[in-house]
Nanobody
Framework: QLQLVESGGGSVQAGGSLRLSCAAS?????MGWFRQAPEKDREGVAI???????TYADSVKGRFTISKDNAKNTLYLEMNILKPEDTAMYYC?????????????????WGQGTQVVVSS
Protein backbone atom coordinates (compact mmCIF):
# COMPACT_ATOMS: atom_id res chain seq x y z
CA GLN A 1 0.00 0.00 0.00
CA LEU A 2 0.97 3.59 -0.48
CA GLN A 3 -0.10 6.80 1.20
CA LEU A 4 0.34 10.18 -0.43
CA VAL A 5 0.03 13.41 1.52
CA GLU A 6 -0.01 16.75 -0.29
CA SER A 7 0.82 20.11 1.23
CA GLY A 8 1.68 23.63 0.16
CA GLY A 9 -1.60 24.79 -1.27
CA GLY A 10 -3.06 28.16 -0.40
CA SER A 11 -4.27 31.48 -1.70
CA VAL A 12 -2.08 33.73 -3.81
CA GLN A 13 -2.51 36.67 -6.12
CA ALA A 14 -2.05 36.33 -9.85
CA GLY A 15 1.61 36.39 -10.77
CA GLY A 16 2.61 34.80 -7.51
CA SER A 17 4.20 31.45 -6.74
CA LEU A 18 3.48 28.34 -4.71
CA ARG A 19 5.33 25.12 -4.11
CA LEU A 20 3.34 21.95 -3.62
CA SER A 21 4.79 18.89 -1.94
CA CYS A 22 3.64 15.28 -1.88
CA ALA A 23 5.14 12.94 0.68
CA ALA A 24 4.93 9.26 -0.20
CA SER A 25 5.00 6.56 2.45
CA UNK A 26 7.34 4.42 0.37
CA UNK A 27 9.37 4.45 -2.79
CA UNK A 28 7.35 4.89 -5.96
CA UNK A 29 7.75 4.61 -9.73
CA UNK A 30 6.11 7.33 -11.83
CA MET A 31 4.47 10.25 -10.07
CA GLY A 32 2.39 13.17 -11.18
CA TRP A 33 0.21 16.13 -10.36
CA PHE A 34 -3.38 16.49 -11.49
CA ARG A 35 -5.92 19.20 -10.80
CA GLN A 36 -9.65 19.62 -10.81
CA ALA A 37 -11.41 22.95 -10.96
CA PRO A 38 -15.07 23.34 -9.93
CA GLU A 39 -17.43 21.78 -12.48
CA LYS A 40 -14.54 20.59 -14.62
CA ASP A 41 -12.94 17.22 -15.23
CA ARG A 42 -9.69 16.34 -13.56
CA GLU A 43 -6.72 17.09 -15.82
CA GLY A 44 -3.09 16.19 -15.85
CA VAL A 45 -0.66 18.95 -14.91
CA ALA A 46 2.76 17.32 -14.86
CA ILE A 47 4.21 13.82 -14.73
CA UNK A 48 7.69 12.61 -13.87
CA UNK A 49 8.89 9.16 -14.77
CA UNK A 50 11.49 6.89 -13.23
CA UNK A 51 14.16 8.01 -15.68
CA UNK A 52 13.57 11.63 -14.73
CA UNK A 53 11.75 12.55 -17.91
CA UNK A 54 8.75 14.80 -17.44
CA THR A 55 5.72 16.00 -19.35
CA TYR A 56 3.55 19.04 -18.81
CA ALA A 57 0.14 20.24 -19.81
CA ASP A 58 0.43 22.96 -22.44
CA SER A 59 -1.31 25.40 -20.11
CA VAL A 60 1.50 25.21 -17.53
CA LYS A 61 4.60 24.79 -19.68
CA GLY A 62 7.23 27.35 -18.81
CA ARG A 63 5.52 28.21 -15.52
CA PHE A 64 5.41 24.95 -13.54
CA THR A 65 8.26 22.58 -12.74
CA ILE A 66 7.88 19.06 -11.41
CA SER A 67 10.67 17.42 -9.45
CA LYS A 68 11.22 14.49 -7.15
CA ASP A 69 13.54 13.86 -4.23
CA ASN A 70 13.99 10.09 -4.23
CA ALA A 71 15.84 10.10 -0.92
CA LYS A 72 12.82 11.69 0.75
CA ASN A 73 10.15 9.97 -1.37
CA THR A 74 8.75 13.43 -2.01
CA LEU A 75 7.31 14.98 -5.14
CA TYR A 76 7.23 18.72 -5.74
CA LEU A 77 5.47 21.12 -8.05
CA GLU A 78 6.95 24.58 -8.32
CA MET A 79 4.27 26.90 -9.67
CA ASN A 80 5.23 30.35 -10.90
CA ILE A 81 3.37 33.16 -12.65
CA LEU A 82 0.13 31.76 -11.33
CA LYS A 83 -3.09 32.68 -13.09
CA PRO A 84 -6.69 32.65 -11.86
CA GLU A 85 -7.35 29.71 -14.18
CA ASP A 86 -4.85 27.68 -12.15
CA THR A 87 -7.35 27.68 -9.29
CA ALA A 88 -8.18 24.06 -8.52
CA MET A 89 -7.74 21.17 -6.14
CA TYR A 90 -4.35 19.69 -6.87
CA TYR A 91 -3.84 15.96 -6.47
CA CYS A 92 -0.67 13.95 -6.23
CA UNK A 93 -0.68 10.57 -7.95
CA UNK A 94 1.79 7.71 -7.98
CA UNK A 95 2.24 4.16 -9.09
CA UNK A 96 4.29 1.32 -7.66
CA UNK A 97 4.85 -0.62 -10.86
CA UNK A 98 4.67 1.67 -13.90
CA UNK A 99 8.01 3.17 -14.89
CA UNK A 100 6.47 5.57 -17.38
CA UNK A 101 3.05 7.13 -17.02
CA UNK A 102 1.08 9.30 -19.39
CA UNK A 103 -2.56 9.18 -18.36
CA UNK A 104 -4.68 9.29 -15.24
CA UNK A 105 -5.43 5.56 -15.49
CA UNK A 106 -1.71 4.77 -15.27
CA UNK A 107 -1.68 5.84 -11.61
CA UNK A 108 -2.86 3.48 -8.91
CA UNK A 109 -2.64 5.75 -5.89
CA TRP A 110 -3.95 9.22 -5.16
CA GLY A 111 -3.64 11.77 -2.42
CA GLN A 112 -6.49 13.72 -0.85
CA GLY A 113 -5.60 16.96 -2.61
CA THR A 114 -4.50 20.44 -1.67
CA GLN A 115 -6.43 23.55 -2.67
CA VAL A 116 -4.87 26.33 -4.73
CA VAL A 117 -6.72 29.61 -5.17
CA VAL A 118 -5.34 32.34 -7.42
CA SER A 119 -7.04 35.70 -7.25
CA SER A 120 -6.87 38.36 -9.92
Amino acid sequence: QLQLVESGGGSVQAGGSLRLSCAASRRTKCMGWFRQAPEKDREGVAIINVDGSSTYADSVKGRFTISKDNAKNTLYLEMNILKPEDTAMYYCAADLTSLWCRREVDFGYWGQGTQVVVSS
